[in-house]
């Protein structure tokens, strides 16, 4: 049997995109609400479309912010992808009263003055620190959508351009986060969901 990857669903944003890309590397994923399923699978992807402020809130009520904090601590590898990774933060400058699930230490700032918000294109990597989820892929072009960033924290592994050096991933142990889109950026994201589904299946061998 191979890895199984839970792919979080609260019901909001283009879920599914983040799935396919699983589905088509031949990877058993499920895109599932379901805490039976999240706790059993040897990955988890936490998905995100749209403002901080609403991801939370249907994280709280659906009870997967609970379900993606007990995944991350437990040594599992997991993945946050755009919102999905700026809610691993402990807050953003988009909700300022709304606190993020605390993962990753830090805060999420707008993106710098004097470039078009959101930053809406595609995006040259640049690795700043050598990471697996990474591996050939410095220099690549990713797809990116979004108006706030993560803070420079020792926990960034690239960064991008826009008015300046802009957080584009980020890691701490088993917790893995890009702030591009990676299933919407074509064969150099496919590239990083095998790096992440190696590393799925190097935790459970």
Known sequence: MG???????YGIGNLHSAQKGLLHLGVDAKLTSNPAEIEAADGVVLPGVGAFGATMNALEQSG?????VDAAASGRPFLGICVGMQVLYERSEEAPDVKGLGILNGSVRRLPAGVKHPQMQWNQLEVTSEHPLLEGLDGEWFYFVHSFAAEHTSDVIAV??????????SANDNVWATQFHPEKSSNVGLTLVSNFVKQVERSVA
């Open 3 to 9: 890895a199984k990857v839970a792919v979080l669903d």
């Open 64 to 68: 997967l912010g609970v379900l993606a």
């Open 160 to 169: 991008t351009d826009y008015g300046g050096p802009v957080v584009a991933a």
